[in-house]
Every structure is written in structure tokens, then in C-alpha cells.
């Protein structure tokens, strides 16, 4: 799998500012990309997604970028605030041509926002 | 409107035990998905369902795990004489076609420890 243990890359930024958090994926067939945030003790909340025939999409005070030439995805959070704080998951959905949309989670980035 | 429910959130069991975990998806959600989460890793996929039919079972560790959704809405899964290696947080999610992407709904989870 994609898991790194117990030790999760942490992110740590002052109120206000913008965070940017990374995400690496792993299959070049994958169309379909989310972003979820997961609070201690809750299951993981849907941010934001995009489909691979977009190189970005805005939301709310969010913003994803997706380049598929080196396959990377990154999560940008404007004016980041103390409710912030969590772990970051991208997932991407592999495109087999099968029924399943099932989701391949990332390593998970643990945002940390100081007031 | 109500979200995926998930119980029990807790359940501590005994090695050798069995467990039953039990999710209600969204109404009218279509798909149904479990997932395993170890602790400071991501989600990893176990088993779908589209309506009453199990279609994918691929990322169930053993045969002592076994997923049901006989009506097509509520789902169980059943992990069968209880090993510590199984502690970990069991997601649901669920999700409603649309254009062949779905965005999956995730519920709290139940935390399992085997011990």
C-alpha cells in the first residue's frame, strides 16, 4: 500500500496564512481525484475534487491543482484557520474500466495551524 | 440532511471473537464502500457493493471477513475469530452515480481493538 507508519509529514502555518499541502499519486491511468480532511476521531470529510481533463479547480477558500505530467496534486487553503487543522488525504480514483471507483488513499499530511 | 451512520463507534473484543459493524448509508446512494484505516495511515479499500451486489471483495485481507448488504441500503461487515492485527478504524462510505465519477460520503467509523 501507500502507508508510512505512525509518522505523518506535518505542516505547520499561522493563522492567516495560505498552506500548501502535496500529494504524490501513483497511477498515470487515475481520472478522477479528491481531496478529504479527517478530524481526530471522524471519517474523512470530502473537500474538493477534480477530474483529470482539468489542470485546476476552485472552491470555497480552496484550490486544487493537478499536473498530470509528473503526477502530482497539491491542496491550496487560503487564509488557513485554527479549524483547519487536521489530516489531509488525497485519493485518486484508478480507471480500469471496471465497476469499482473504489478510492487509493495518499500518505496523509497532518496540517497544524498556530493561532 | 442525515449523513452515513456508523455502530458501533466503539467495539473492543476479545481475540478469537466475532464482531459485527454496521453502516447506513445515504438514502438513495447507490454504491456502498468499507474501508480499513491503521492507525497514521490512510483509508485501504476492502469490498463494494452497487445496490444488493457485492461487486468487488478484492481488499478483503481474509476469509474470516465477510460484507452483506442483503436490501440494497444498510450493510454489515463481519469479521469472524478476531486477530489484534484486525484493530483498526472501519470506515463505510457511500455514493450516488453521477456521470461516472462518484464522490464518496464518508461515515465516523467504529473503532475496533482486539486484544
Known amino acids: 500500500g501507500e502507508s508510512v507508519g505512525l509518522h505523518l509529514p506535518t505542516l505547520s502555518v499561522q493563522e492567516g496564512d495560505n498552506s500548501i499541502i502535496n500529494c504524490a499519486y501513483s497511477?498515470?491511468?487515475?481520472?478522477?481525484f479528491i481531496w478529504y480532511k479527517q478530524e481526530s476521531g471522524k471519517g474523512p470529510q470530502f473537500i474538493i475534487d477534480?477530474?483529470?481533463?482539468?489542470d485546476k479547480r476552485q472552491g470555497q477558500r480552496v484550490t486544487v491543482l493537478l499536473n498530470k505530467t509528473v503526477k502530482h496534486l497539491s491542496l491550496q487553503i487560503a487564509a488557513t484557520q485554527p479549524g483547519d487543522s487536521a489530516v489531509y488525504f488525497c485519493?485518486?480514483?484508478?480507471?480500469?474500466?471496471?465497476?469499482?471507483?473504489?478510492?487509493?488513499f495518499g500518505t496523509g499530511t497532518l496540517l497544524a495551524v498556530q493561532p | 440532511g442525515a449523513g452515513v451512520s456508523q455502530s458501533p463507534r466503539y467495539k473492543v473484543a476479545k481475540r478469537g471473537q466475532d464482531v459485527a459493524l454496521r453502516c447506513d448509508p445515504i438514502?438513495?446512494?447507490?454504491?456502498l464502500f468499507w474501508y480499513q484505516q491503521a492507525l497514521g495511515q490512510g483509508p485501504e479499500f476492502l469490498t463494494y457493493?452497487?445496490?444488493?451486489?457485492?461487486?468487488?471483495k478484492s481488499g478483503l485481507p481474509s476469509d474470516r471477513f465477510f460484507a452483506e448488504r442483503p436490501e440494497g441500503s444498510v450493510s454489515t461487515l463481519k469479521i469472524q475469530r478476531t486477530q489484534q492485527e484486525d484493530s483498526a478504524v472501519y470506515l463505510c462510505?457511500?455514493?450516488?452515480?453521477?456521470?461516472?465519477?462518484?464522490?464518496?460520503?464518508f461515515g465516523p467509523g467504529t473503532r475496533l481493538l482486539v486484544l
Open positions: 462510505a457511500s455514493s450516488l452515480p453521477d456521470r461516472g465519477q462518484e464522490t464518496q460520503y
Open positions: 497511477n498515470s491511468a487515475s481520472d478522477y
Open positions: 477534480i477530474r483529470s481533463n482539468m
Open positions: 485519493a485518486e480514483t484508478p480507471n480500469y474500466g471496471g465497476a469499482t471507483n473504489k478510492l487509493i
Open positions: 438514502s438513495g446512494h447507490v454504491s
Open positions: 457493493f452497487q445496490n444488493e451486489a457485492q461487486l468487488d
